[in-house]
């Protein structure tokens, strides 16, 4: 009722404004038609009809899927700036909140890409610009965890989570892996933490849900991923972030689990993650392919509630996968891989 | 010419095919296009838009236009002025294309590389400023430091504090630490950012100075003002130089060579002054070229623009055609007035013959049961009123055109409020201005958004200040002052008798008397309200109640003829019930309540007056407004016994007019009320019977056909 009462004061433009692009999503029909698409010529033409409007219409030919991702990126990010400028307290904090995952993939970018040894403004290019803070340049002098956190994490929000990891000591392949999955870990607590708790309310229960799955999918991938590497049944818990539906109900069964019939066996117990395992050998359907329909309904359904800011969240999620889409659409065009070409996730 | 009178309802249209030869096309849509009075029919709305059959000249069209418009930014960028041309270009003809795409590619090329050119130029530039400024400010770092050093030599030595020492030892060649120094040229605004990173990567063993340059320095690519700074990095360890070095190339800061010693330093300096004396007459001579190529490429941009856009939308509206009959044939419909189609006729011919096509092509009228739509033929005139009545909603096909009356009305109504004939000529001015000056001002018209509305508008207010000027003299308002035109009729050279007992006060009033021949002669002022009434303290009370009085008049006359014109669409397109539906009950409405009010002015006018005897001398009037407030409450209003000269025969003339008035006001105030439900719910009730009739008549003819055993579910569908 409260709610009800205050939202629009601070929050209803916004809103009204995410809700907007929410609208001008693709629709089946649209993707219906960007699939008969022959070259990448036609797919402009066919965003050309659609709320992307004219965007690409500056670009010299001939057109790429590298330009198309870049200007659909530059889209997302400039709309979710203008939702930021236009937020205040506490919804600007819950849209930095946000931004934060994009910091983690960042940091974990230049980490990897300088043990690489991989041009560093190749690397800055390739981060994502909802994640760029001041001090990224500075992330290819550190040789150790200690001095990564010292020199460039410090004074970033990510220090926080940093804590966590700083007892790993040189910035290995695994080590990285680990330190990306503790971040994550320690940012969804803290994000989980802040929406039930500090928020409460509609978003609370909102966001309740999509963080949950958020942080199950973790745990599933973590679990399928350490098969068979020298990740302790400890370690791999300690990855696990608290604030999944798996992690509170059976996370030790999990962390024990050595095969996929076995997780699928543990699973099987949630009902919202059953199919997830289902019919696994006979479809073409990759449990990434699954996870990402999974968030597409449960961002979807956070719509159909109000006075709530659940649904900045979902938005981004939805166009980031319309984003994902648009890429692969235009991937198999470029390859000219067509028999593929529906096998992305709508958005609606 | 078509016939006079369209603009009472809008034009008779009729839905045409055309046929076209394929090679005719073109230039037949071409000429239609500059003719402009064709509405296009998708005849191939399934076919998805990329596979339509001139989808690659759009592309082509579309390429074009990508390249104008990156000339065209080149061009804003160098300030020129896109010359606007006087007359528009014609669409281009279809070999052409390769002709303007050919050009356009050169210039294109030609820019890119001159761009190319011009940016490596200019980013020499940058750096060799950059340098410049840099080798200054070492100079006088280095210099600076070299004073601390001899004073401080004794105290620092003793101490030895690397980092102080350090600072101070860098020109001493004798001293036994050596100390790297990293300078260069960083933007301002990552100075702080830059500055505390390297203060944390070296655990504070750096020290850092700053100096801002002054001289303000032009990005190569964009040609935005940039802002920078010089520092200058004191350190000692080369595991520290590599991390240095990364912090710098991590925050785009250009480094330079920097020697430790003056004369090394001073060296350098004249070797970038003298390349920087060679750069700069090399940029002049590029920027001139390119001045040269975009003032070329300006002159024919904005016709270029035309002609590309024509073209483009030329191929838009063939791409709604079908190609049928093994391709001999273009066939495309479309709407056109009925009383075009020999302009129309002709114009395609004209397109044929420019083709040199043998084929004719031709246009046949189908007939629709379609909607059709709506077509206003308008002219300069009647432009502005079709846009203000537009705005409120497009009437449907061959209903009653409002604007026709609207272009009196609206202004009419306008000067009813404005009123001021001083004011009235400002606006007239005004008007008359722009439509002098309307050719010069068309061109104009884009500059500014809101003297667009005006100068669209122009006939409009050139209309309403006449008519403010008219009204303007009715209320004698010019300027808020009257004017005493033929004499007032009111004597007003009264002179005050006063003595010593009733002495004179100031601001003392003096009723004037009608009745009294000494003070009014009796006769009306020619025109307009009489002057006198400037002077009078009773001026607002008369005239607010003067001109509310024909305000309700003008609302209710105005009101009743828009409801009247609803009858003629009604009439016309046969919907018959709605006469009675919709449109007694809203006349009625209005008359009995406001027309009655309006009746009931006229007669108070009529019947009353200053010089008329008792009961219909002026106290005895009765105030409209309340009898008409006590008409709708039913009630009436106490009789008032100091009005005693009003009561005759039985009559309360301060109260009721006529006799038998309060039952008519009854019976009125009833009857309206009872119109609001038949408005209300009339329509909605009349279409659910009609569609169960409609579903009954459907259901009996299905019986019939089916001899008897109909199924039951469609009626109950119905």
Same mark, same amino acid.
């Given at each position: ?110 980490? !990897? ?9 190749? =690397? ?23 001095? =990564? ?16 990891? =700083? ?80 992690? $509170?109900? !059976? ?33 073409? $359907? ?27 969240? !979902? ?26 070409? !529906?096998?992305?996730?709508?958005? =609606? | ?16 095919? &055309? ?11 071409? +000429? ?29 069209? #579309? ?15 160098? /300030? ?12 281009? @003809? ?16 030609? %820019? ?7 940016? @490596? ?17 070492? #100079? ?83 040609? /935005? ?13 080369? *595991? ?8 710098? *190339? ?43 190529? &975009? ?216 009723? %004037? ?64 019930? +709605?006469?009675?539906? *919709? ?22 006018? &009529? ?15 009765? /105030? ?69 009739? *409609? ?8 019986? #019939? ?8 579910? #469609?009626?109950?569908?119905?």
């Amino acid at each position: 009722m409260k709610e009800m009462m205050y939202y629009n004061i601070n929050d209803g433009y916004p809103e009204s404004i995410v809700r907007g692009y929410r609208r001008s999503l693709l629709t089946s029909s649209q993707y219906g038609t960007l699939t008969q698409s022959e070259t990448l010529d036609d797919i402009k033409l066919q965003l050309s009809a659609t709320d992307y409007g004219n965007f690409l219409q500056n670009e010299p030919p001939p057109l790429t899927t590298g330009v198309i991702a870049d200007r659909l990126t530059e889209r997302l990010v400039s709309e979710f700036n203008y939702l930021r400028r236009n937020s205040v307290d506490p919804l600007s904090k819950f849209l930095e909140y946000v931004t934060y995952q994009y910091f983690i993939d960042n940091v974990i970018l230049l980490i !990897s890409g300088t043990l690489h040894e991989r041009d560093p403004a190749d =690397l800055l290019h390739k981060a994502h610009p909802l994640g760029v803070f001041e001090s990224m340049p500075a992330l290819s002098v550190a040789s150790n965890v200690q001095e =990564l956190y010292n020199i460039v994490l410090v004074e970033t929000p990510l220090a926080d989570y940093f804590r966590g990891c =700083l007892t790993g000591h040189d910035l290995d392949e695994m080590n990285i892996e680990v330190i990306r999955n503790t971040l994550h870990k320690a940012y969804l607590e803290d994000f989980y933490d802040f929406c039930v708790n500090d928020l409460g309310g509609t978003t609370g229960v909102v966001m309740k849900e999509l963080l949950e799955f958020e942080a199950d999918r973790r745990i599933i991938n973590i679990t399928i991923n350490s098969f068979g590497t020298e990740l302790s049944k400890e370690d791999r818990l300690r990855l696990y972030p608290r604030c999944g539906k798996l992690s $509170r109900e !059976s996370p030790a069964k999990l962390s024990a689990m050595n095969d996929i019939d076995a997780v699928k066996a543990v699973c099987d117990n949630y009902g919202e993650y059953q199919h997830l395992f289902r019919d696994m050998n006979r479809s073409e $359907r990759t449990l990434e392919d699954r996870f990402f329909e999974q968030e597409v309904r449960l961002n979807l359904l956070s719509f159909h509630q109000q006075f709530h800011y659940g649904i900045y969240y !979902s938005w981004l999620k939805l166009k980031e996968q319309e984003i994902r889409n648009i890429v692969w659409i235009s991937e198999c065009i470029q390859q000219q891989q067509k028999e593929r070409i !529906s096998d992305f996730v709508p958005t =609606l | 010419m078509p016939e006079m009178g369209t603009l009472f309802r809008s034009e008779l249209m009729c839905r045409c095919q &055309l046929y076209l030869p394929p090679e005719a096309a073109y230039n037949c849509v071409a +000429e239609l296009g500059e003719l402009g009075l064709v509405q296009f029919v998708d005849v191939n709305p399934e076919v998805s838009s990329f596979q339509r059959q001139f989808v690659s000249e759009i592309k082509r069209c #579309e390429e074009m236009e990508r390249k104008l418009r990156f000339i065209e930014t080149e061009v804003i960028r160098e /300030n020129l002025d896109v010359d606007q041309d006087e007359i528009e270009p014609m669409a281009p @003809a279809p070999r052409e294309m390769v002709e303007l795409e050919n050009s356009l590619t050169t210039v294109e090329n030609n %820019l890119t590389e001159v761009n190319t050119n011009y940016v @490596a130029l200019r980013k020499n530039h940058l750096e060799l400023t950059e340098y410049k400024n840099m080798l200054k400010q070492a #100079e006088i770092f280095l210099s600076e430091t070299r004073f601390n050093f001899q004073d401080s030599d004794e105290t620092t030595r003793l101490l030895d504090d690397p980092e102080e020492n350090g600072v101070s030892d860098v020109k001493d060649e004798h001293a036994s630490m050596k100390f790297n120094i990293v300078a260069g040229v960083i933007d301002r605004a990552r100075q702080v950012a830059f500055e505390k990173m390297l203060w944390r990567v070296s655990k504070g063993n750096v020290f850092i100075k700053f100096s801002d340059i002054e001289e303000e320095m032009e990005d190569p690519k964009t040609g /935005n003002t940039l802002y920078k700074s010089v520092f200058m990095i004191f350190f000692q360890g080369e *595991e520290l130089k590599t991390r240095v070095q990364k912090i710098c *190339e991590g925050f785009h800061a250009a480094v330079y060579p920097c020697s430790e010693h003056g004369k090394e330093r001073r060296e350098r300096m004249m070797g970038v002054n003298t390349r920087l004396e060679d750069l700069h007459t090399i940029l002049t001579q590029t920027t001139d070229h390119r001045h040269r190529l &975009l003032l070329a490429a300006s002159r024919t941009l904005k016709s270029s623009y035309v002609k590309v856009r024509k073209m483009k939308a030329i191929y838009h509206i063939l791409n709604q055609f079908s190609l049928r009959d093994s391709q001999r044939v273009l066939i495309g419909e479309c709407w056109m007035p009925t009383a075009d189609i020999p302009a129309i006729k002709s114009a395609i011919t004209t397109g044929a013959q420019n083709a040199g096509s043998s084929v004719v092509p031709t246009i046949e009228r189908v007939p629709t049961t379609e909607d059709h739509p709506t077509f206003n033929r308008v002219n300069k005139y009647t432009i502005g009123f079709q846009a203000l009545i537009d705005s409120y909603g497009i009437n449907s096909y061959r209903e009653v055109n409002p604007s026709v009356y609207t272009i009196a009305t609206f202004p009419f109504l306008f000067a009813v409020m404005f009123g001021d004939a001083g004011h009235g000529l400002i606006m007239l001015s005004f008007a008359l201005w722009m439509i002098i000056a309307e050719s010069s001002l068309e061109k104009k018209r884009d500059i500014s958004e809101i003297f667009n509305i005006f100068f669209g508008g122009r006939y409009i207010i050139f209309l309403m200040s006449l008519f403010s000027i008219y009204t303007g003299l009715i209320y004698n308002d010019i300027f808020s002052k009257s004017l005493n035109i033929f004499g007032t009729n009111w004597s007003t050279n009264m002179t005050f008798a006063a003595n010593e007992s009733a002495p004179l006060k100031l601001g003392e009033t003096l009723m %004037l008397d009608p009745k009294n021949p000494n003070q009014y002669t009796g006769v009306p002022y020619p025109f307009g309200v009489d002057p006198a009434w400037q002077a009078a303290t009773n001026k607002i009370g008369f005239l607010n109640t003067y001109k509310m009085k024909i305000s309700l008049i003008f609302g209710v006359v105005h009101m009743s003829f828009g409801v009247i014109l609803s009858l003629w669409n009604k009439v016309s397109n046969r919907r018959y019930h +709605e006469i009675f539906l *919709e449109f007694f009950p809203q006349i009625f409405f209005l008359l009995f309540l406001f027309g009655y009010l309006v009746v009931m002015i006229f007669i108070k006018w &009529l019947m009353y007056g200053a010089n008329y005897a008792d009961p219909f001398s002026e106290h005895c009037a009765p /105030n409209l407004l309340i009898t008409f407030i006590n008409m709708m409450l039913f009630k009436k209003a106490d009789v008032d016994p100091k009005l005693e000269g009003c009561h005759t025969d039985g009559m309360n003339y301060e109260i009721y007019m006529y006799s038998g008035q309060g039952g008519l006001q009854k019976f009125l105030v009833i009857f309206a009320v009872l119109m609001v439900p038949i408005m209300l719910f009339g329509k909605p009730a009349h279409k659910i019977y009609k569609r169960k009739q *409609e579903a009954a008549r459907r259901g009996t003819m299905r019986d #019939e056909l089916l001899g008897g055993d109909a199924p039951q579910e #469609e009626e109950e569908e119905g």
